[in-house]
């Protein structure tokens, strides 16, 4: 398994739904591939802080610049993909 194949798989792997057989090839490829390895860690850090976490109100004048930065973000067209 390459690193590519094993990001096209990541959401099912995370989520418990990947074959077995499957399962064992991404395991064996992270155990030689510290990059994949952070990003699933990170991942599931991110959804156990998710599951786990309590609803956190922004200050309103950080809410309000990153509502606006958002607004302006999307205003902007796509980048062109190669």
């Known amino acids: 398994m390459k690193c590519q194949d ?3 798989l ?5 989520d418990g739904t990947v074959d077995p057989a ?3 090839e991404f395991e064996k490829h992270m155990a ?3 990059p994949c390895q952070v990003v699933v860690d990170n991942i599931r850090g991110a959804i ?7 609803p956190y109100e922004l200050p ?4 309000e610049r990153l509502h606006a930065t958002l ?3 999307w205003k902007q067209p796509p980048p ?3």
Not at 48 to 54: D, F, H, I, P, V
Request: charged residues 25%; contains cysteine.
């Open 6 to 8: 094993l990001l096209k």
């Open 10 to 14: 990541l959401n099912d792997y995370v």
């Open 22 to 24: 499957v399962c064992a």
């Open 32 to 34: 030689g591939c510290n």
């Open 48 to 54: 156990t802080l998710y599951k786990n976490g309590q």
């Open 60 to 63: 309103l004048p950080f809410r």
């Open 71 to 73: 607004r302006e973000c």
């Open 80 to 82: 062109a993909q190669d």
